[in-house]
């Protein structure tokens, strides 16, 4: 098959942050087009093993055909992070030596008109990342009370103006496409998207693809699952490309680093707290301005990263 075109995102740092050996187990949760998992592999060699993990059916068959060189040192498997210490014990991959989590949707799903992710082509409302799943953006567009989905965009998507996209999308239902929900908030912004720095439908559409995959619960449980599989001296490495998600990996590792979780004020620590993590990056890392000209969707990217202590 001939393979997309992948730029992985922060790839030195990541390489860096996570340092590869020879003979390291890593897992990659999102393992996507496979640009992150090629690196490690490269590092570890074949005396390494890599467990890829995806949701997308798709990605996991390019990633397949990528990392294919690399043989049985590579375990592909289609299924959901959330799952993933009993993905691990399943296939007998702990502990491990670093995780990495490459949050968000990648460039195949955007690009794909049919997954309905993006306002830029005309498609049914999906925005799933995986296509056997039953909810979709189209049942939350079109059933859901008003009420719930104003609370739903003011949530996810951070949006100013939730009360009066939702109340527009009840009245103008039932909205079919990804162009006919963008116009239609365009129109209630009163000014053209070409005015704005990003589509005023950017913060709409992040609001409906969360929802859908439940990004947010999915991300929580598997960061908590990290500590129960990483050795002592693994390395976690997490890329966020919005402020949710940064604010639950900052507040995850910020905890487990903490000699302390009693409530501010709290005069004897009651808690017994023990650290857990180490944090390698105390402030959040960044692309570089020359990673952002030379791939554009990289702009937004946070990457954080902490290590197991004993």
Known sequence: MSLPVHVPVLLDEVIEGLQPQPGGYFVDCTVGLGGHAAAILERISFTGRLLGIDVDPEAIEISRDRLRDYGEAVTLVNDNFINLEAICERYHFHPVDGIIFD?????????TAERGFSFHLDAPLNMRFDSGQGLTASDIVNSYPEQELEKLIAKYGEERHSRRIARHIVKNRPIATTVDLAHLIEQISGAPAHWSRIHPATRTFMALRIAVN???????SALKQTLNLLRPGGRLAVISYHSLEDRIVKQFMRDAASNCLCPPGAVICRCGHVPTLKLISRKVIKPTSLEIESNPRSRSAKLRIAERLN
């Not at 439940?214 to 929580?220: A, F, R, S, T």
């Open 214 to 220: 439940k990004e947010l619960q999915n991300l929580e």
């Open 103 to 111: 949050l968000g949707v990648s460039s195949l799903q955007l690009d």
